[in-house]
């Protein structure tokens, strides 16, 4: 039976590495809360100059960054939740 589990001392600049990827996770939050707020707007131009194209992409814009944060906020959870799939596997 073989037994191996994450080693978190064996590179060395691991914690770097999580720093890295902790500052991407923020970015990809700042940038989703940018996007619905420019969505937003577009939807509510869109929706008040009567032009339902601009309403639509703004409604798809919407959806969309709440999707990506969504995947920021969870990416975490996911792969830790498929970690242990592969595990019992």
């Known amino acids: 039976m073989i037994d191996i589990d994450p080693n978190s001392e064996g590179l060395p600049g691991i914690e770097a ?29 869109g929706s008040n ?6 309403s639509g992409r703004g409604k798809i814009g919407v959806l969309v960054s709440c999707g990506a944060a969504i995947v920021c906020g969870a990416s975490v959870t996911l792969i830790n939740f498929f970690w ?6």
């Open 17 to 45: 590495l999580r720093t890295i990827v902790g500052a991407t996770m923020t970015i990809g939050l700042i940038l989703s809360v940018l996007a619905l707020i420019v969505s937003a707007i577009i939807w509510a131009y």
């Open 49 to 54: 100059s009567s032009n339902p194209h601009l």
């Open 84 to 89: 242990n799939v592969g595990q019992g596997v």
